[in-house]
């Protein structure tokens, strides 16, 4: 009895280790399942855009997907303004001070007002296939469709839901190829929810690459993620042929380098005294008198224009290339810029001035420019450059030292549209500068030689020098400077005895002396400093030389010019 009760008991105990055992087991299986096993859930497609009940669709440009969605009106896709400019054609211009859409070619202006299935060029109206253009919300869209005929890019219109699909990057772009059927995921992870699935042999445009996932595209319009072990060999880079054709811009450059010096003429008097401004100078083939001024917002100039000036200058050897400034504080740059009106008359009057006076080229000195200012100025640019095109006026135009803070300047597109790109390398340190210094330090001007021709070709860019130096004053921490001419500078120089030494980390002859409480410092622009210079020229293989200004300088330096171009 005892033995049977012991059998009995040992018998439940083996039971409940057995179940104990099979749900450890259970457990396990359900372990490695959740652990191993890919899940097969996915994302709702709508959840993944994020756009429901917005009256928007999604848009996936290259491997992004946009903020700001789309509108779809009659089977059309309208595109968010900013999108177009900032991913896909930066030359759309949306003027919202008159309501119209431009775009501009090498030779022509499209108008194209909202709701409009045509356009203006000049004075002739042609027909488009659609609206091109609509104000939804008071923000402007751009018909993809229309995009696409000024631009290099794919787009497909895909459903449920509705979204749409561009790529615009056809060069060296990196790709995988899908070893087998698989799933693009959510996130990087087998649990991750699946967007979508892919066959095998496709290839995709690969954003990452994380080891065991790949950051992907599809054409379908997901971003997502694909396991490594799916996938064929190591990412490669692919290039596309495209049969699209874009918009050729012809440049009217010389097959010489380019030796320009302003000439600064405040009134008709100073036109008078060319031959006695340029006693002496060689080896200089443009002059840039600064004739022309904006004075007021509507666009319109004063002219100091002279056909007697660019008679004398063509009978001497040299170009004449016509100044525009914006000094007037009373005209707002920005307020002229933005108004298509106000360029338009702006343009005329260059263009009618050149014409009338025979002049050669342009040369655009709008100087600090605000930031908002900035794709008025280079909208301007363009259509000034269609009319230069047209009756063969080269244009040129001036900038400051690329610094980060004039990034808006868009010197890539200037180095498209303009003939000549011009470094203004001087004002290093300025007047009102809290330190002394350098006008133009050797490392600082280099550095905007090497910023520059990054952005533009070489045979294109002219570095301006400064026939200048300032005349540093500093009492009791207060510090104030003069602008001096070459000969000025010296004499300054001779008179105080300064003795001067050969800085060599800014390439400028250095003297300073002191006066009381003050100490008076000089880093001279001369013949030597400017020689230096000159290296750059040769160096980077640039256009040539400009400088500031006539009759500041010494005579000697016009054989330096004149060396470090030949």
Same mark, same amino acid.
């Given at each position: 009895?005892?033995?049977?009760?012991?059998?009995?008991?040992?018998?439940?105990?083996?039971?409940?280790?057995?179940?104990?055992?099979?749900?450890?087991?259970?457990?396990?299986?359900?372990?490695?399942i959740?652990k191993?096993?890919?899940?097969?859930d996915?994302?709702?497609?709508?959840?993944?855009?994020?756009?429901?009940?917005?009256?928007?669709?999604?848009?996936?440009?290259?491997?992004?997907?946009?903020?700001?969605?789309?509108?779809?009106?009659?089977?059309n896709?309208?595109?968010?303004?900013?999108?177009?400019?900032g991913?896909?054609?930066?030359?759309?211009y949306?003027?919202?001070?008159?309501n119209?859409?431009?775009?501009t070619?090498?030779?022509?202006?499209?108008?194209?007002?909202?709701?409009?299935n045509?356009?203006?060029?000049?004075?002739?109206?042609?027909?488009?296939?659609?609206?091109?253009?609509?104000?939804?919300?008071?923000?402007?869209?751009?018909?993809?469709?229309f995009?696409?005929q000024?631009?290099?890019?794919?787009?497909?219109?895909?459903?449920q839901?509705?979204?749409?699909?561009?790529?615009?990057?056809?060069?060296d772009?990196?790709?995988?190829q899908?070893?087998?059927?698989?799933?693009?995921?959510?996130r990087?992870g087998?649990?991750?929810e699946?967007?979508?699935?892919?066959?095998?042999?496709?290839?995709l445009?690969?954003?990452?690459?994380?080891?065991?996932w790949k950051?992907?595209?599809?054409?379908?319009?997901?971003?997502?993620?694909?396991k490594?072990?799916?996938?064929?060999?190591?990412?490669?880079?692919?290039s596309?042929?495209?049969e699209?054709?874009?918009?050729q811009?012809?440049?009217?450059?010389?097959?010489?380098?380019?030796?320009?010096t302003?000439?600064?003429?405040?009134?008709?008097?100073a036109?008078?005294?060319?031959?006695?401004?340029?006693?002496?100078?060689?080896?200089?083939?443009v002059?840039?008198?600064?004739?022309?001024?904006?004075?007021?917002?509507?666009?319109?100039?004063?002219?100091?224009a002279s056909?007697?000036?660019?008679?004398?200058?063509?009978?001497?050897?040299?170009?004449v290339?016509?100044?525009?400034?914006?000094?007037?504080?009373?005209?707002?740059?920005?307020?002229?810029?933005?108004?298509t009106?106000?360029?338009?008359k702006?343009?005329?009057?260059?263009?009618?001035?050149?014409?009338?006076?025979?002049?050669?080229?342009i040369?655009?000195?709008?100087?600090?420019?605000?930031?908002?200012?900035?794709?008025h100025?280079? /909208?301007?640019?363009? @259509?000034? !450059?269609?009319?230069?095109? $047209? =009756? &063969?006026?080269? %244009?040129?135009v001036?900038?400051?030292?690329?610094?980060?803070y004039?990034?808006?300047?868009?010197?890539?597109?200037?180095?498209?549209?303009?003939?000549?790109?011009?470094?203004?390398?001087?004002?290093e340190?300025?007047?009102?500068?809290?330190?002394?210094?350098?006008?133009?330090?050797?490392?600082?001007?280099?550095?905007?030689?090497?910023?520059?021709?990054?952005?533009?070709?070489?045979?294109?860019?002219i570095?301006a020098?400064?026939?200048?130096?300032?005349?540093?004053?500093?009492?009791?921490?207060?510090?104030?400077?003069?602008?001096?001419?070459?000969w000025?500078?010296?004499?300054?120089?001779?008179?105080?005895?300064?003795?001067t030494?050969?800085?060599?980390?800014?390439? /400028?002859?250095?003297? @300073?002396? !002191?006066?009381?409480d003050? $100490? =008076? &410092?000089?880093? %001279?622009?001369d013949?030597?400093?400017?020689?230096?210079?000159?290296?750059?020229?040769?160096?980077y293989?640039l256009?040539g030389?400009?400088?500031w200004?006539?009759?500041?300088?010494?005579?000697?330096?016009?054989q330096?010019?004149?060396?470090?171009?030949?």
């Amino acid at each position: 009895m005892l033995y049977r009760k012991r059998k009995q008991k040992l018998t439940l105990i083996m039971a409940v280790l057995a179940l104990i055992l099979f749900i450890g087991v259970i457990g396990l299986a359900v372990h490695i399942i959740q652990k191993y096993i890919p899940t097969k859930d996915r994302m709702d497609p709508v959840a993944y855009y994020g756009m429901e009940d917005s009256g928007e669709i999604p848009l996936i440009f290259g491997g992004e997907i946009l903020e700001k969605g789309g509108r779809l009106a009659d089977g059309n896709v309208f595109v968010p303004f900013d999108a177009v400019t900032g991913y896909l054609n930066k030359r759309f211009y949306w003027d919202s001070n008159e309501n119209i859409l431009l775009y501009t070619t090498p030779t022509e202006r499209m108008i194209i007002a909202p709701e409009a299935n045509s356009y203006m060029v000049g004075e002739e109206s042609r027909s488009a296939e659609g609206i091109i253009c609509k104000v939804i919300d008071g923000a402007p869209y751009v018909n993809i469709a229309f995009v696409k005929q000024m631009t290099d890019i794919e787009y497909t219109l895909l459903q449920q839901p509705d979204r749409l699909a561009v790529q615009y990057q056809w060069s060296d772009v990196p790709v995988v190829q899908v070893k087998e059927d698989t799933q693009v995921r959510y996130r990087g992870g087998i649990k991750s929810e699946i967007l979508t699935e892919v066959e095998k042999g496709k290839t995709l445009r690969m954003l990452d690459d994380l080891d065991d996932w790949k950051c992907v595209v599809t054409d379908d319009g997901y971003v997502g993620y694909i396991k490594t072990s799916k996938l064929e060999g190591e990412p490669q880079t692919q290039s596309y042929e495209r049969e699209f054709q874009a918009p050729q811009y012809t440049s009217i450059t010389r097959d010489h380098p380019i030796n320009l010096t302003w000439h600064q003429v405040t009134n008709t008097d100073a036109n008078d005294m060319l031959d006695m401004m340029l006693e002496g100078v060689s080896g200089v083939n443009v002059i840039s008198p600064t004739w022309f001024s904006i004075i007021n917002n509507q666009g319109e100039i004063s002219s100091l224009a002279s056909l007697e000036y660019v008679q004398k200058a063509h009978a001497m050897g040299m170009e004449v290339w016509g100044l525009v400034s914006n000094f007037d504080e009373n005209v707002s740059t920005f307020e002229v810029l933005s108004h298509t009106s106000s360029r338009t008359k702006l343009i005329h009057q260059l263009i009618h001035q050149a014409r009338q006076f025979g002049l050669d080229g342009i040369n655009v000195d709008l100087e600090e420019l605000s930031e908002d200012a900035g794709a008025h100025f280079i /909208q301007f640019l363009r @259509e000034l !450059s269609i009319q230069c095109r $047209l =009756y &063969q006026i080269v %244009l040129s135009v001036d900038n400051p030292v690329p610094q980060e803070y004039t990034a808006h300047y868009d010197r890539q597109e200037q180095g498209v549209v303009a003939d000549y790109v011009i470094i203004m390398g001087y004002d290093e340190n300025y007047a009102g500068s809290p330190t002394a210094g350098s006008v133009a330090s050797y490392p600082w001007v280099k550095q905007g030689v090497e910023d520059t021709v990054a952005a533009v070709p070489a045979q294109k860019v002219i570095n301006a020098v400064p026939f200048y130096t300032r005349v540093w004053k500093t009492t009791a921490g207060v510090v104030s400077s003069e602008a001096l001419g070459m000969w000025d500078a010296a004499r300054f120089v001779k008179k105080n005895k300064i003795e001067t030494y050969w800085d060599k980390n800014v390439c /400028q002859n250095y003297g @300073e002396f !002191s006066d009381a409480d003050t $100490l =008076y &410092q000089v880093w %001279l622009e001369d013949a030597q400093s400017l020689e230096v210079k000159m290296g750059l020229v040769k160096e980077y293989g640039l256009a040539g030389v400009a400088s500031w200004r006539l009759g500041f300088e010494q005579k000697n330096v016009w054989q330096v010019l004149k060396n470090g171009l030949e």
